[in-house]
């Protein structure tokens, strides 16, 4: 448990007697009475009869417990809501901070729902689809942030330094914009930084929400996106957390799990592949130019017949000709389960 959370349920007891059971967000008990269980998945207030506790979950900074009062009713679903408001303000104070400071933290996830509705009010924000990106980029965080901010198209666009070299840039949807979608507005920002300020960014993209409040959400997307992207030696400057669903998926699966797909995939000789760079390097290349061999040959400088030699090599190791879409496919999973593991 962390220093804020101890702090606020030690505050609430001296001040109003009441007190307060605490485990973590898999439902481990970390201040509870002996024997004490909570429900797994907890979402909202709920009230166990048979327990005779009513449970709630709460945001302190980071972090996600589920809180528990002895007694179920009206009375102590009351309580919850009031507890939750008090402990996640507690532990935040982000109403008092300047508004890039207030923004930063409701970015990486350390408000509650109770303090981004205050900066909801307090800013005026507007009921309207949104969405975050990553800008990893060198030079002046202060220059970079300038920059970024001559690009907001309305005064709730904002660009806010986040920690070292990341930086973020919440973008709401306009109905009228001259941008296509959230890549090609990230695109337009990554040439800019690069035209004026001459600094190389790489730019992660969140998903679009309807509402602000998920819009941390989008900012751990477009974070993710970025750093996938660095782990997979991706092409190109812009890369949207649509493009790594697959790894996302596959990386919450439990690494043992990962191994044994892996194992099924490639048997014997053919773990050897992953190894080798050269024979990786010539087939992601092919993966990239859409399974065409004349444009792939052109770009690694190599003869078509080398380049049919490789691709023959990893057939016979695999059992996998990659010029068919489906076992193109499979060698994709291979390559980011080989990652993974």
Do not use: W
Request: aromatic share 8%; with cysteine; proline share 2%.
């Amino acid at each position: 448990m962390n220093a804020e959370m101890r702090r606020a349920i030690r505050t609430i007891f001296e001040n109003t007697g009441i007190r307060i059971s605490v485990f973590s967000a898999d439902g481990r008990p970390l201040a509870a009475r002996g024997g004490m269980t909570a429900p797994c998945g907890l979402s909202g207030i709920v009230q166990d009869e048979e327990a005779g506790c009513t449970f709630f979950r709460v945001l302190c900074k980071s972090d996600q417990y589920i809180c528990a009062l002895d007694g179920t009713g009206e009375v102590q679903k009351n309580y919850a809501y009031l507890l939750t408001d008090m402990i996640e303000n507690a532990a935040t104070r982000a109403v008092n901070l300047p508004k890039n400071e207030f923004l930063k933290r409701i970015l990486l996830g350390e408000c509650g729902p109770a303090d981004v509705q205050k900066y909801r009010v307090k800013y005026s924000v507007p009921e309207q689809p949104c969405f975050a990106l990553s800008v990893s980029a060198g030079g002046k965080s202060s220059d970079v942030i300038a920059l970024l901010s001559q690009y907001a198209e309305n005064e709730f666009d904002c660009a806010v330094a986040v920690s070292g070299r990341e930086s973020a840039f919440v973008k709401f949807v306009e109905p009228d914009s001259e941008y296509q979608s959230s890549a090609d507005f990230a695109t337009f920002l990554a040439g800019s930084l690069l035209e004026e300020l001459g600094i190389s960014a790489h730019i992660g993209v969140g998903c679009t929400f309807r509402n602000f409040e998920d819009i941390s959400v989008s900012f751990r997307q477009a974070s993710s996106a970025l750093r996938m992207s660095s782990m997979f030696n991706a092409r190109g400057v812009v890369h949207t957390y649509r493009e790594f669903l697959l790894v996302k998926m596959l990386e919450d699966i439990p690494e043992a799990k990962l191994s044994e797909y892996l194992s099924t995939l490639l048997e014997g000789d053919a773990k050897e592949l992953l190894k080798d760079e050269e024979m990786l390097g010539t087939a992601e290349e092919f993966l990239q130019n859409s399974l065409n061999v004349s444009e792939t040959s052109r770009n690694l400088f190599m003869h078509r017949n080398t380049l049919m030699y490789r691709l023959d090599k990893i057939e016979r190791m695999t059992g996998l000709n990659l010029r068919k879409f489906s076992d193109a496919v499979t060698f994709r999973l291979i390559t980011i389960l080989g990652k993974l593991v």
